[in-house]
């Protein structure tokens, strides 16, 4: 059975950090994308970003210079440190998983496994 556990959500003060990780298991992701979701309140899940099989990270406008997303040695796990958080990052973020190759790395068609999600929520 595969699993996505995120861990490292939290409260923080506008201008601070957080690193979110997530952990995954039951099979192999060598080849999949990894990468991050977030929904804020009355909004849709929108891309965040994500680390492919290969190593190439692809990040959302809102978070370029911000956050940075990398991927374990053992490619089944995947941080996101941001920093410079702003009120408008607050979320649930979500962990997500390919099962293979993906055309569209910023689509949640994409993604095959999710985790449960994570509360960030930064304070003004």
């Known amino acids: 059975q595969v699993q996505l556990v995120e861990s490292g959500g939290g409260l923080v003060q506008a201008g601070g950090s957080l690193r979110l990780s997530c952990a995954a298991s039951g099979r192999t992701f060598s080849t999949s994308t990894m990468g991050w979701f977030r929904q804020a309140p009355g909004k849709e899940r929108e891309f965040v970003a994500a680390?492919?099989?290969?190593?190439?990270?692809y990040y959302a406008e809102s978070v370029k210079g911000r956050f940075t997303s990398s991927r374990g040695n053992a490619k089944n796990t995947v941080t996101l440190q941001m920093n410079s958080l702003k009120p408008e990052d607050t979320a649930v973020y979500y962990c997500a998983a390919s099962a293979g190759l993906v055309s569209n790395i910023y689509t949640r068609t994409s993604y095959n496994y999710w985790g449960q999600g994570t509360q960030v929520t930064v304070s003004s």
């Open positions: 680390v492919s099989g290969t190593g190439g990270t």
